[in-house]
Structures are given as structure tokens and as C-alpha cells.
T-cell receptor, first 113, second 116 residues
Framework: GEDVEQSLFLSVREGDSSVINCTYTDSSSTYLYWYKQEPGAGLQLLTYIFSNMDMKQDQRLTVLLNKKDKHLSLRIADTQTGDSAIYFCAESNPGGGADGLTFGKGTHLIIQP | GAVVSQHPSWVICKSGTSVKIECRSLDFQATTMFWYRQFPKQSLMLMATSNEGSKATYEQGVEKDKFLINHASLTLSTLTVTSAHPEDSSFYIC????????????FGAGTRLSVL
């Protein structure tokens, strides 16, 4: 079955880098995603990575994928107070019925001044 | 680009009534939309996949007669919670997938349903 795991909380100082980790179990996942959710809001797609890539960088965001270990990480450089939110890791599997995403429980990023 | 609009954002209703939630892709066509449910401090759970012009596909444990889905056009899917009860209170979020290529899903802002 599909399972996505991530730690529930991460606390960092403003200006430092944040690294949010995620592990998944489905080796046939084709896309892996990071979404951001602010309180009471929907999900904002931050970035995604195709399974044949190792790394993707987009401004302050860097995604690393270790397919062998089924490990995905999101690094946020120069973390700001506006980055405070819940970050969800998700995977997509083209097999089975729907192509709905499987989400982790989310990592609550807390920014210390 | 890739904006998904969801309405209403918050609804309070009496037990036994039905509530309709709309999900629209504003600047792209979406052959497939998805409906998720999120409990407080929990992750999103896929409820069903809505395909334009055909019946929705429901995940195991989701009652299709309870949660009616209609995807009548390439830009609109609706979820109707029929005969709502307090246990249906939740945050419902839709997503839409661009019809071209990748499984990149853009999410609406969500609808908070409170059933009294």
C-alpha cells in the first residue's frame, strides 16, 4: 500500500535554512510534490519533481530526491516568517484507479525570531 | 495561471439538509478533478475522482449516494453532500488537473462545512 511519512514539526530561526524530510513507500511513484498550506486555506503547489530527477531548484526552494531510499526533502533557504505554514509531501502513482495524490500528515514549520 | 476557485468557502447548515460545493478551473480546462477531505490537524484524504462526462470514481469507504459528484463541463465539478449530519463536518478541498500531460494538481481554497 501507499504510505507517506513526514515529521510533524520543525522549528528554525529566521534566516536559517529549513529542511523538511519525507519518506514514501511506493517505488512506482512518478511525481512527488510539495504543497504549502496556511491556516484555514487550501493547498499551494510549491514544487514537484519527476521521479527520474535527483534535484530541482527554484529560487529559495531545493528539492532532493533519493529514489533508492525513497526519500524526498525540501530545503527552504533564508527562511522568513511568511514561510510559517504546514508543508505536505505527496506522491502520485499512475497505477490503480484514480490519480489522486497520497499525502503525508504535513510538517508544521515554526519560525523563531 | 492555474487558478482553481472553490465556493462557498464556509457553509453552516442544519442536519438533514444538502449542501453543494463548486470547484472551477478558471484559466485552464480540467478533464479530471479530485475531491479531498481534511479533518482538523490531519492530512488530506482522497474521496473521489471526477471525470468530465462520466461517472465519478469513489475511494473505498466513501458513500457515493452520500457524496454526489457531477463534472458536467471541462471547468466545473460539483460535490453535493446529501442529508448532511454532524459527522460530515469537515474541510473539503478540490483540485483540478490540467488536461495536458502531467499529473499536476492545483487546489481550491477549500470549503469548511459545519453541520449543526
Amino acid at each position: 500500500g501507499e504510505d507517506v511519512e513526514q515529521s510533524l514539526f520543525l522549528s528554525v530561526r529566521e534566516g536559517d535554512s529549513s529542511v523538511i524530510n519525507c519518506t514514501y513507500t511506493d517505488s512506482s511513484s512518478t511525481y512527488l510534490y510539495w504543497y504549502k498550506q496556511e491556516p484555514g486555506a487550501g493547498l499551494q503547489l510549491l514544487t514537484y519533481i519527476f521521479s527520474n530527477m535527483d534535484m530541482k531548484q527554484d529560487q529559495r526552494l531545493t528539492v532532493l530526491l533519493n529514489k533508492k531510499d525513497k526519500h524526498l526533502s525540501l530545503r527552504i533557504a533564508d527562511t522568513q516568517t511568511g514561510d510559517s505554514a504546514i508543508y505536505f509531501c505527496a506522491e502520485s502513482n499512475p497505477g490503480g484507479g484514480a490519480d489522486g495524490l497520497t499525502f503525508g500528515k504535513g510538517t508544521h514549520l515554526i519560525i523563531q525570531p | 495561471g492555474a487558478v482553481v476557485s472553490q465556493h462557498p468557502s464556509w457553509v453552516i447548515c442544519k442536519s438533514g439538509t444538502s449542501v453543494k460545493i463548486e470547484c472551477r478551473s478558471l484559466d485552464f480546462q480540467a478533464t479530471t478533478m479530485f475531491w479531498y477531505r481534511q479533518f482538523p490537524k490531519q492530512s488530506l484524504m482522497l474521496m473521489a475522482t471526477s471525470n468530465e462526462g462520466s461517472k465519478a470514481t469513489y475511494e473505498q469507504g466513501v458513500e457515493k449516494d452520500k457524496f454526489l459528484i457531477n463534472h458536467a463541463s471541462l471547468t466545473l465539478s460539483t460535490l453535493t453532500v446529501t442529508s448532511a449530519h454532524p459527522e460530515d463536518s469537515s474541510f473539503y478541498i478540490c483540485s483540478a488537473r490540467d488536461r495536458v500531460g502531467k499529473n499536476i494538481q492545483y487546489f481550491g481554497a477549500g470549503t469548511r462545512l459545519s453541520v449543526l
